[in-house]
């Protein structure tokens, strides 16, 4: 087994956990009435790019040496810390989950019975499933150190965020309003604010 070997399976494991929590989350929140859905096209557009770069892309590198003209050649340091990234990616994916429970969609929506998260991880950060996913990307960068890996997986995540974020904010004064422009001023966009 090569070193290579030893990050593929890393990533694969830890990929398998990412996968594992957004399913079990996913099944929460089967049944739900939909009261409001924004961009329908353009959102559901910009989650099948993002998949594709965060799970098929991936998944071909792990499986195949399909990339190998591609590959970066990271120091063993750089590759580490991407997987000490992807951990801490993947318990705050979990908070982040257990958290916003029935509030979460994959795409922007709104529920019966939605209210608005402001605890935990939500309390100084308005975005913390994105910031994340920020983690996650750069984290698949490090560990495949790979071009093709890397950027299949920072710019469609980009691309996403860039675009969704103001439509995703607008949504929620829609509907929250003062109460979401005072937790708007409480809080960072994926960053803490103290
Ligand atoms: N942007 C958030 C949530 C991502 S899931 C984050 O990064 O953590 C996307 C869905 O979450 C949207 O459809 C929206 O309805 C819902 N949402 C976003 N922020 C929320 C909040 N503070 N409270 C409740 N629901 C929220």
Do not use: C
Not at 20 to 43: C, P
Not at 47 to 63: A, C, D, E, N, T
Not at 136 to 143: K, N
């Amino acid at each position: 087994m090569t070193q290579e070997h030893v990050y593929k399976i890393t990533f694969g494991i830890l990929f398998l956990i990412f996968m594992l929590i957004r399913i079990y989350y996913a099944k929460n929140i089967k049944g739900n009435v939909k009261l409001r859905t924004e961009g329908g096209k353009r959102e559901k557009f910009l989650v099948f790019l993002v998949s594709i770069g965060m799970m098929i892309i991936p998944m071909i590198w792990m499986f195949s040496g399909l990339f190998r003209t591609t590959d970066i050649g990271l120091p063993n340091y750089a590759r580490t810390a991407g997987v000490i990234a992807a951990v801490l990616s993947l318990w705050l994916f979990y908070e982040v989950h257990r958290t916003l429970g029935k509030n979460w969609s994959p795409i922007l929506e709104i529920r019966e019975g939605h209210t608005l998260t402001k605890e935990g991880p939500y309390k100084r950060i308005r975005h913390p499933m994105y910031t994340q996913i920020w983690i996650w990307v750069i984290a698949q960068f490090l560990i495949s150190s790979n071009w093709t890996v890397s950027l299949g997986g920072l710019v469609p995540w980009a691309l996403l965020y860039f675009i969704r974020v103001p439509y995703e904010e607008k949504m929620m004064e829609e509907e929250f309003g003062e109460e979401y422009l005072k937790y708007m001023k409480e809080t960072g966009r994926i960053l803490p604010k103290f």
